[in-house]
Each structure stands twice: as C-alpha cells, then as structure tokens.
C-alpha cells in the first residue's frame, strides 16, 4: 500500500506526520527566489558547500568530500557552459543550489544533463529542493534537453523522492541508483515561465540586497556609537 494511502481496514490512529512532511507541503504555496548564479557568486557557492555536514557531502557528491577536495569541486564549476541556480536569504547568504551540467553527446543518447542539489540544514524540510528540481527542468526543457539524470545514493529518500514526483524512474543498483526524467519538449509557455520567474528572482534579490544594506549600515551606526560612548568613558575615568 502506497505510504500516503489512508488506512480504513485498521484501527490503529493515524501517525502523526513527520515535521519534514509537513513543512514541505506548506512550502509547496510558496514562490522561492532561485537566481542564475554566475561567476561573482564562487565564493558564495564555496562557503554554501563546506557548510555541509560530512553525512551531506557523501550525498551530494557520493564521497565525503574533504574542504579541498569540494574547493577543487568549486573552482572547475563553468558558469557559462552548465547552469548554477541558487536560493539566498535575507542576509543575501546562499542556503540552497543546484548544479545543472549539460553533459556530452553520445551516439546512442543526446541532449542529456545532470542535476545535483544541496539545501543547508537550517533551510531544509521548506521545498528548497523540489522548487530548484522544477527550476531546473523548466530550464533544460527551454535549452532542448530530452532527459535530465539524478545521481544519488539509494538511501537518499529526499532526493529519490523528489525525482520520482516528477516521474522520474529510478534504477538500483546496490547503495547508488540512477533517476532518469523524461522532459516534456519546450513550449510559449515554458518559456513565458522562466522569463517571469527570472525576472521576478532578480527583483527579490535586489530588494534584499537593499534590505541588506541598510541592516549593515545601522550596524556600522551602532558600532560608532558604542565605539563613542566607550570613548567618552574612558575620558572621563
Ligand atoms: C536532498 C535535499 C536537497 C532535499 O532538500 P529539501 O529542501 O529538504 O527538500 P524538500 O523540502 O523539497 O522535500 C522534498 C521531499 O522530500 C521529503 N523529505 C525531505 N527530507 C526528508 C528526509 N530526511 N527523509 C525523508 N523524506 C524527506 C519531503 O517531505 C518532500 O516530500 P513531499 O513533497 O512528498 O512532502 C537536502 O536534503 C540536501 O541538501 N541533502 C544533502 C545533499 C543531497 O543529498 N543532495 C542530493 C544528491 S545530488
């Protein structure tokens, strides 16, 4: 019986819903800010990347990913041939990407590319994920890709999760499985989409970069008057 499927042969009362559930369905109402990243955002991708746990690196990467192995990671990242997508709060921090590279031709197989993802713990459980999965496919199908692939490790249920919703299927082989996603070809639609949603990323972003300005200019102002006031007692003793 599927997991969500209401269970009327038994009495037991129903299992309260995981929080991670329920925040992700919440969230499911929320629009989420996801920028293009570009190469002025390296460093914001370094510093998102070694805030991972070691547990979280094994399952971006399929390895625990030394700091230096995820810098050499990070500074290979092309930003002009594969698409970098990000989540920032308002302290303009990176608390969520995703990695799209479009991968080489082979004779059997074309217009193929990968995804990779990570949310910061802090944000995670919010639809962080699933939004950079969706903005992520919107964006192949735009640039023509047929197929979108997902490495992941067979234990990771969220991200297994995410790409079976969209109806990816999902090949095992021991602890590693591979989700494979058929993407719908482009359309005036699909394309009207990524330009509103572009636009409406870059609008947040600036209102935040804003915001973020101001927050850093009363903390240089309360600084200054502590630094006076301090200046002013030591004076007077
Ligand atoms: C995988 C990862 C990106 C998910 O990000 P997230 O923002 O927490 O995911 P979402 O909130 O969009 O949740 C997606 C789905 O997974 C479920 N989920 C989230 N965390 C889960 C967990 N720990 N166990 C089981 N399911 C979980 C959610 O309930 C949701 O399902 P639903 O839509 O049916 O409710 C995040 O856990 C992460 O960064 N992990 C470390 C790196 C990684 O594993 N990357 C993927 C390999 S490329």
Redesign the pocket.
Known sequence: MPESTPDTQHSHPPTAP?P??V???E??FRWVPIRSLSERHRHRVLTHLLG?EPH?RY??FGYAASDAQIGRYVDLLDFRRDEIFGVFNRKLELI?MAHLAYLPDHPNERHLCE??????PK???????????DHAVLHARNRYVEIMI????SE????L??AR?AGATVVRDGSESEARLKLPPESVGSHLEELVEGQAAELDYRFKHGAHRVDQLFDLFHEVRVGMAKAGRSTIE
């Open positions: 995981q991670h559930r925040a992700a369905k969230a499911a991972l979280d399952l971006r969520a995804f990779g993802v990570s949310v910061s944000a995670r459980g919010r639809g962080y994920g699933s939004r950079l999965f997902i490495h992941a490790l990771n249920t969220a991200m999760k995410i919703k």
